[in-house]
């Protein structure tokens, strides 16, 4: 479909801009925001991802921080080369994951009130007697007949 005419304007470089200020608001903008607060609060932007993982005692790759032993003939002492443990910078971060992580679980598995009171109500009322608190046979939710033994 064909443009009105004299609509479109020639695009012009403005010079007044912070383009440094630009890139930089635009690469935050574009990130994603990190869930985790410790993490979000501890972050630098100006470093890579992997940086500052490092920083904070995380691994980027897990296949990478705890590798799979690998069979082989073990090598002499002289040859085994230690690599230098990477320096931990934020070690708040990863005290404060931990500090969360040991705290309890909250229990989201119960039954509802009602279930529970009427449940209670049919144990004090018929004790150990299925047939006659339930009148359900299994799961399956069969009531028995008039004929049912």
Not at 27 to 46: F, G, L, M, T, V
Not at 73 to 100: F, G, Q, S, T
């Amino acid at each position: 479909m064909p443009k009105a005419k004299g609509k479109t304007r020639r695009q012009k470089f403005g010079y007044n801009v912070n383009r440094k200020r630009l890139n930089r608001n635009a690469r935050r903008k574009a990130a994603p925001r990190i869930e985790c607060s410790h993490i979000r609060h501890a972050w630098d932007h100006a470093k890579s991802v992997r940086q500052n993982l490092a920083e904070m005692g995380l691994a980027v790759d897990p296949n990478r921080a705890v590798p799979l032993r690998k069979r082989k003939v073990k090598a002499m002492e002289v040859d085994i080369e230690e690599k230098p443990k990477e320096l931990v910078r934020k070690p708040y971060v990863l005290n404060d994951l931990e500090a969360e992580a040991s705290l309890p679980e909250k229990k989201g598995n119960t039954l509802s009130r009602d279930l529970i009171d009427y449940v209670r109500h049919m144990v004090e009322n018929h004790g150990e007697d299925y047939k006659v608190s339930g009148g359900h046979v299994g799961w399956l939710g069969r009531c028995p007949g008039p004929f049912a033994a």
